[in-house]
């Protein structure tokens, strides 16, 4: 039973314009939600965090929204860059505990 | 240098043998964590470690056992390895921040069971 879901496994955006990533889960006890880059032959970075009991958080071109009604979470990147072309990883956090999706694979066409 | 470093970074072995991976950290936190990725399911949590006289099962600890050697060390074993092993094995250390947990990550061991 996957607790955190990326229904999208791939997205490709023109750069310059936003790119969106979604994430669903189904546990009410999440208490934060983080995204997470990964480029090939490394490890996952962190990029940006939201509290459960905020609806959105901002950093720079990446702002992620919080629908705790819709269990649903995205991350907005505006605007998007060639370099933002990585894997995104969705994770909800539980007493310090993360549980990932699946991620997605964004690829910014120049 | 890397704040959370992994050895080796790939390995082959065979079938039965025993391998272990090790994750060293420079970052001072008590929180450690063992992870594998496959395709398709992102990273799963193996154990985790609040500090060096806790250890604790994550989702998929079957075949698998851990040693907190000091705060800065986690090492990984496979005690008999098996070929549905094969993955990507991350380690990481976490901190408290305004917005939870924040967890860093080694650069990952590749490895194989054949």
């Known amino acids: 039973d996957q607790q955190v879901k990326q229904n999208s496994p791939s997205l490709s955006v023109q750069e310059g314009r936003i790119s969106i990533l979604n994430c669903d889960y189904t546990n009410s006890m999440f208490d934060y939600f983080l995204w997470y880059k990964k480029y090939p032959a490394e490890g996952p970075t962190f990029l940006i965090s939201?509290?459960?009991?905020?609806d959105k958080n901002e950093d720079g071109r990446f702002t992620v929204f919080l629908n705790k009604s819709a269990k649903h979470l995205s991350l907005h990147i505006v605007p998007s860059q060639p370099g933002d072309s990585a894997v995104y990883f969705c994770?909800?956090?539980?007493?310090?505990?993360?549980?990932f999706g699946a991620g997605t694979i964004l690829r910014v066409k120049s | 240098d890397a704040d959370v470093t992994q050895t080796p970074r790939n390995r082959i072995t065979k079938t039965g043998k025993r391998i272990m991976l090790e994750c060293s950290q420079t970052k001072g936190h008590d929180r450690m964590y063992w992870y594998r990725q496959d395709p398709g399911l992102g990273l799963r949590l193996i154990y985790y470690s609040f500090d060096v006289k806790d250890i604790n099962k994550g989702e998929i600890s079957d075949g698998y056992s851990v040693s907190r050697q000091a705060q800065a060390k986690f090492s990984l074993s496979l005690e008999s390895a098996i070929p549905n092993q094969t993955a990507l094995y991350f380690c990481?250390?976490?901190?408290?921040?305004?917005?939870?947990?924040?967890?860093?990550f080694g650069p990952g061991t590749r490895l194989t069971v054949t």
């Open positions: 939201i509290s459960s009991i905020k």
């Open positions: 990481a250390t976490s901190v408290l921040t305004g917005e939870g947990y924040e967890q860093y």
């Open positions: 994770a909800a956090s539980a007493r310090g505990k993360l549980v």
